[in-house]
């Protein structure tokens, strides 16, 4: 069975850090490039960022760029997300995905996710 289990989410203040985990299990980790999503109440799902397999490059969306780093533990099929500096308007559910080979900017693209964990960060 495929599982992506996302945790680390929490209530923080702004300016704060969290940590998000992203364990996968199911399916051959190395041949997946892993990707981070998020959705705030009201819209769309944005993707934040990703890392690919292989030689580990990332993808950051805009709005995290020089705050968030994506990095992962293929030993221990594991993703993670540090966030710092974080704002009010990163409130949001956040999910890990697994997509084979690439990033993809397509949350359609994906084949498997985890149930996400939810963000609040406080003005």
């Known amino acids: 069975e495929v599982q992506l289990q996302a945790s680390g989410g929490g209530l923080v203040q702004a300016g704060g850090s969290l940590r998000l985990s992203c364990a996968a299990s199911g399916f051959t980790f190395g041949d997946y490039a892993i990707g981070w999503w998020r959705q705030a109440p009201g819209k769309e799902r944005e993707g934040v960022s990703c890392i690919n397999r292989g030689d580990g490059s990332t993808y950051y969306a805009d709005s995290v760029k020089g705050r968030f780093t994506i990095s992962r533990d293929n030993a221990k099929n594991t993703v993670y997300l540090q966030m710092i500096s974080l704002k009010p308007e990163d409130t949001a559910v956040y999910y890990c995905?697994?997509?084979?080979?690439?990033?993809?900017?397509?949350?359609?693209?994906?084949?498997?996710w985890g149930q996400g964990t939810l963000v609040t960060v406080s003005s």
């Open positions: 995905a697994a997509r084979r080979v690439r990033y993809s900017q397509s949350p359609r693209d994906y084949d498997y």
